[in-house]
């Protein structure tokens, strides 16, 4: 299963309203969950080829679509009018999409909502973050090849 297929499925299940899909191959296996906010998480698993076995769980009714990257307010005082953009999966969070490209954004850039702020690395698969907000970006909260956690916040933006 390759990265293209891995994102269709996620887009399929945020817009099926499933609230739960697991995906059991030979080599790996797929858990989606999606919350009644709209937040999702996928988790990926290497597992050994004797261990696999194929099933498919039933999806069950949920609120429909997830946004790619999830969007938080900052609940510190002074970054109260700031949107943090955090990390939707667990990886290595590259600024450049490759070492001799510039990087992607910097503080003081103004974003589009759409715009690659980042790529996470994760299980050989780099995955572009775009941005749900419009804005400019005030802070860069993760230094270029760190790694990242699920709901870790990367960078702050001024919607205004």
Do not use: H
């Not at 030979?26 to 989606?32: H, L, P, Q, V």
């Not at 429909?64 to 510190?76: E, F, L, M, N």
């Amino acid at each position: 299963m390759d990265i293209r297929e891995i994102q269709n499925l996620i887009k399929f299940v945020s817009k099926s309203g499933a609230t739960e899909v697991k995906l059991e191959m030979d080599d790996f296996k797929i858990t989606i969950k999606t919350t009644p906010e709209g937040g999702e998480t996928t988790y990926i698993q290497q597992v050994p080829v004797s261990a696999a076995l194929p099933q498919a769980a039933a999806p069950q009714p949920v609120a429909p679509t997830a946004p790619a990257a999830p969007v938080a307010a900052v609940p510190a005082d002074e970054d109260s009018k700031y949107i943090t953009v955090k990390s939707p999966i667990i990886g290595t969070l590259y600024r450049k999409p490759s070492p001799d490209k510039p990087v992607f954004v910097e503080v003081g850039t103004t974003i589009a909502k759409g715009d690659v702020l980042c790529v996470i690395e994760a299980m050989k698969l780099f995955n572009e973050i775009e941005s749900e907000v419009s804005g400019k970006i005030v802070k860069i909260l993760v230094d270029d090849s760190s790694p990242v956690e699920f709901d870790q916040p990367l960078f702050l933006v001024d919607p205004s």
